[in-house]
């Protein structure tokens, strides 16, 4: 995949690589236990038949499941959106400038305002809470317990919240991070320029950084390793969390950036191909899920799989 002419409805306050302008997404982290032994599949377990569109604000990025709806960042609109698990739109709700990033533990919702070096809380019927100040540019957001993680990717650092909002510290990471996951122990970080992902203590410390693939976007834990997604090369790996050794490698589609783990798949979200595909733990893809146009983020429900598609100003249900 070529590093310039990338992607034509893209901020250039939130992200740029090279001339390219992306928009990356908030990475779920806790997901279900998988085997070290995948399952090996000969169809495909998605029914295209419960496929959903829903029309939602300008340029969707970021997706989040709060227990019961979906939520959605609009990086131009400067909302988020409440959607029901059935395709309704439950409400619309003013936050910051450019958010980018969103996250749940289901008593509240948490967006990240690129522009505006903050992070918003919500209520679960949208009323803000609080907005709060973290470092240059938050791109990513996870909620951990009580914590709040955001990576903040034009200063290169992790911020550390409590869910009150008060600031517990800042870290240094890689360069340009974007992407937040958990190990349930660690936390790990995708340096999107550093070619990296960090793994950091719970409480800060640099635990070890390990190359991975061109342009390292998502990042998920799958039960067993930490999987990232890698925009340039195409690819996604997984990592032994121990020591950051590749396990397994994938070949998905063009502009692999989003991640998500759904019982025991790896769903990988292909911002160039407008697809999500959908592989074993051994990096066998399986399937490939159509979806809109530039999607980035992606989040697991007992319903199905959401799809950020910020070139057609919707999100997709599979």
Known sequence: MRKTGQRKKFSLGALSFAAATLLL???????????????????????????????VGDGPTGVAFDGASVWVTNQFANTVMKVSATGTVLGKFLVGKNPTAVASDGTAVWVANNADDTVTKLSLDGAVLGTYAVGNGPQAILIVGKNVLVANEKAGTVTRLSTDGAMLGTYPVGKRPVALATDGTSFWVANNKANTVTKLSATGAVLGTY??????????FDGSGIWVTNFYSGTALKLNPADGSVVAKASVGDGASGIAVN?????????????????????TVFTTLKVGISPYGVAVTPNGVWVANSGSDSVSRR
């Open 211 to 220: 190359p991975v693939g061109d342009g390292p976007s998502g990042i998920a």
């Open 263 to 283: 019982g025991t798949d790896i769903l990988v979200v292909n911002n160039g191909s407008n697809s999500v595909s959908v592989l074993s733990g051994d990096g």
């Open 25 to 55: 997404l908030s990475v779920v982290a806790f997901a279900q236990t998988l085997s070290q032994t995948s399952v090996k599949r000969t169809e495909a377990s998605y029914d295209p038949s419960s496929a959903i569109e829903v029309n």
